[in-house]
Nanobody, 122 residues
Framework: QVQLVESGGGLVQAGGSLRLSCAASGSIHSINTMGWYRQGPGRQRELVAAATDGGSTNYADSVKGRFTISRDNDKNTIYLQMNSLKPEDTAVYYC????????????????WGKGTLVTVSS
C-alpha cells in the first residue's frame, strides 16, 4: 500500500504561483509513475502532469510551459510548481501514483491522495 498526502493549495490571483506537494509513504518502491491530476467544478478528473521513475515527464497541453512536476527522492515527495495561474486552473488537485509506466489515465491510477483545493481568482 501507498499513502499520499497533498498540501499547498489555496487562493491565488490570476497570474500568481503556487507549489503543491505530495508526500508519499508505504511501498513506494513499487511505483513507476507519479502524477498530478485535477478535477474542476462540474468536470471530470484529468491528468495534469506525470513523471516516471526513469525521469521522463509529460504535461497536459493546457499547462505546458506553466507547470513543472519534480520530485525529491530523499523526502519521498513530488511537487507541482504552478506559474501564471488562470481561473480555469481552479480545481481540486490530486496526486496519483501508478504501478504502470508512463502517463496513466484516471482509471489506471493505483493510489490516490485526498486532494488539495486550488482557487484562482480573476
Amino acid at each position: 500500500q501507498v499513502q499520499l498526502v497533498e498540501s499547498g493549495g489555496g487562493l491565488v490571483q490570476a497570474g500568481g504561483s503556487l507549489r503543491l506537494s505530495c508526500a508519499a509513504s508505504g511501498s513506494i518502491h513499487s511505483i513507476n509513475t507519479m502524477g498530478w491530476y485535477r478535477q474542476g467544478p462540474g468536470r471530470q478528473r484529468e491528468l495534469v502532469a506525470a513523471a516516471t521513475d526513469g525521469g521522463s515527464t509529460n504535461y497536459a497541453d493546457s499547462v505546458k510551459g506553466r507547470f513543472t512536476i519534480s520530485r525529491d527522492n530523499d523526502k519521498n515527495t513530488i511537487y507541482l510548481q504552478m506559474n501564471s495561474l488562470k481561473p480555469e486552473d481552479t480545481a481540486v488537485y490530486y496526486c496519483g501514483f501508478s504501478l504502470g509506466i508512463g502517463p496513466r489515465p484516471v482509471g489506471s491510477v493505483n493510489y490516490w491522495g485526498k486532494g488539495t483545493l486550488v482557487t484562482v481568482s480573476s
